[in-house]
Nanobody, 127 residues
Framework: QVQLVESGGGTVQAGGSLRLSCTAS????????MGWFRRAPGKEREFVAA??????????DYADSVKDRFTISRDNAKNTLYLQMNRLKPEDTAEYFC??????????????????WGQGTQVTVSS
């Protein structure tokens, strides 16, 4: 059974940093696209970042709202995905979810393109 488990959420002041982790079990995702999404209260789930293989090299993609502040990475040996979040803003407050694609590859910014999801971890940024 595939499981994705997020950790690292919490409450931080604006301008601070947090690092989210997502550990996968049940299968490896070293060649799969993995991503982070978030859902703020009253809003739809939105794409945050993705890491994928493009022309045999690791590539990343970010939502404009987090570009230059967030960094997605993964450690294939640990089957773990990370999201380093710097210069956090109150509008980053949301529940954050990691996701892994099944057979799909590429950038994959849409939630329906992912087959596996974690349970979410709350990030709250106070002003």
């Amino acid at each position: 059974q595939v499981q994705l488990v997020e950790s690292g959420g919490g409450t931080v002041q604006a301008g601070g940093s947090l690092r989210l982790s997502c550990t996968a079990s049940g299968r490896t995702f070293s060649t799969s696209t993995m991503g982070w999404f978030r859902r703020a209260p009253g809003k739809e789930r939105e794409f945050v970042a993705a890491i994928y293989i493009f022309w045999s090299a690791s590539s990343t993609d970010y939502a404009d709202s987090v570009k230059d502040r967030f960094t997605i990475s993964r450690d294939n040996a640990k089957n773990t995905l990370y999201l380093q979040m710097n210069r956090l803003k109150p509008e980053d407050t949301a529940e954050y979810f990691c996701a892994a694609s099944g057979g799909r590859t590429g950038r994959l910014p849409a939630p329906h393109e992912y087959a596996y999801w974690g349970q979410g971890t709350q990030v709250t940024v106070s002003s």
